[in-house]
């Protein structure tokens, strides 16, 4: 399928804080390349993002927080970019503004950019997480977010529910190349098993997360049990990483780099990951994995507003528990060592999440057959015409 208007160039100001959404981002532009749509970017923009020809207004790493905590110590600074964007926004005048990730900034943003420009068409990538908690968050966004693209299936029906914006199920851009997570069959795991460790992308988790990963392979090591640790570590964090580590009386082998994750993956018989989009990856992989977090001092305060029966991707696609989740008082060493220690091995446990992790790769597959759905939506939304490939040009303005 082809669009077209007018042979004009689409303008899209995208607003992104984060490697994950900075992905997202060219992703789409990519998408509109392969449907040789010409685009003018404004915005903010990552490295995957500039490679592509696009510009970022500042630096997005000032906006990579997490936490309520960081956040509220950030106020001031996160007011004064929000107001930097507004007017950059209102200067580009674009058909279209993409928010994705950041939530509390791009929401502060969308706000202000409604306010002045009531008819400008606002767009969030990826769905607020209502399903885990403050669900009243879905009806409030109809004031500044006009629709909504999901990259989980049951989204859509879940924010009609809500009374949200209108919603898009899109797919998840892991389901773009499922072929990259191999069909190895993990059955029987390796003797010593391989031990994936993944404390986290984001300095607070990992800081809150590595004390209580050193200690659980400690208590592997006291009960005798055979495993060779690996941790991938993020660039930006492998030096804070690779210092705590250092000191640890069991030291996992820090690899870094994307072919070092990808081969760790591969190898991997067992994980301990911090709760996050990961866990999706792990499933993917057939990984047999146990997920772990803490929250920051306010988070653990307001703990009590989660209203999801879990944190965990793979257990929310596939609507049964198959990653099980251990946080805050319930992520105890001895227990998480034990709990390793039994999916390290081939038995029942093992087999049960194996059994999962199929079902959830062929509910991903049925996305996986239409690429480019997120650009296609933009590019409906923003008014451009969708024509048969094998027709003609319409004529426009009577012509």
């Not at 500044?144 to 989204?155: C, G, N, Y």
């Not at 994980?271 to 047999?288: D, H, K, N, R």
């Amino acid at each position: 399928m082809l669009f077209v208007k007018n042979n004009q160039s689409l303008r899209i100001y995208i607003v992104t804080g984060e490697e994950s959404g900075d992905a997202l981002g060219a992703d789409i532009l990519h998408g509109l390349e392969r449907k040789n749509i010409k685009w003018e970017h404004g915005g903010l923009a990552g490295p995957k993002m500039q490679a592509l020809g696009a510009k970022s207004l500042f630096d997005i790493s000032q906006l990579s927080v997490m936490g309520i905590t960081a956040v509220i110590a950030k106020l001031p600074k996160v007011f004064s970019l929000v107001r930097q964007v507004t007017k950059d926004v209102a200067e580009f005048k674009p058909d279209v503004l993409l928010l994705i990730d950041s939530p509390d900034f791009n929401y502060a943003v969308a706000k202000r950019v409604k306010k002045r420009f009531p008819d400008m068409l606002i767009v969030k990538y990826i769905c607020p997480s209502v399903w885990a908690w403050r669900q009243g968050r879905a009806r409030k966004m109809n004031a500044f977010i006009d629709h909504i693209l999901a990259i989980l299936p049951f989204e859509p029906k879940l924010m009609k529910e809500l009374g949200g914006p209108e919603t898009t199920y899109v797919g998840h851009p892991l389901s773009a190349n499922l072929a990259q997570f191999g069909n190895k069959d993990r059955r029987v795991p390796a003797d010593p098993f391989n031990l994936l460790v993944l404390p986290g992308s984001r300095k607070g988790e990992v800081k809150r997360l590595l004390p209580l990963i050193r200690d659980t392979l400690v208590v592997m090591e006291e009960r005798k049990v055979e495993f060779e640790a690996v941790l991938p570590a993020v660039d930006h964090l492998a030096d804070y990483i690779g210092e705590a580590v250092s000191h640890w009386p069991v030291k996992p082998e820090i690899v870094l780099g994307k072919k070092a994750k990808q081969l760790a993956f591969e190898n991997a018989d067992v994980a301990l990951a911090c709760s996050g989009t990961v866990l999706l990856e792990l499933g993917l992989f057939s990984i047999p994995t146990v997920s772990i977090y803490k929250l920051d001092s306010l988070g653990f305060i307001v703990r009590y507003m989660v209203v999801a029966w879990t944190a965990c991707l793979p257990n929310l696609i596939v609507d049964q528990m198959i990653i099980p989740e251990r946080f805050e008082e319930y992520g105890d060493p001895q227990a998480l060592a034990r709990e390793l220690q039994q999916l390290g091995k081939q038995g029942h446990q093992r087999d049960a999440q194996l059994d999962g992790f199929k079902r959830l790769k062929e509910i991903m597959y049925e996305a996986s057959t239409k690429p480019d759905l997120a650009a296609s939506k933009i590019l409906e939304l923003a008014g451009w015409e969708k024509l048969s490939s094998n027709n003609a040009l319409p004529k426009k303005n009577g012509q």
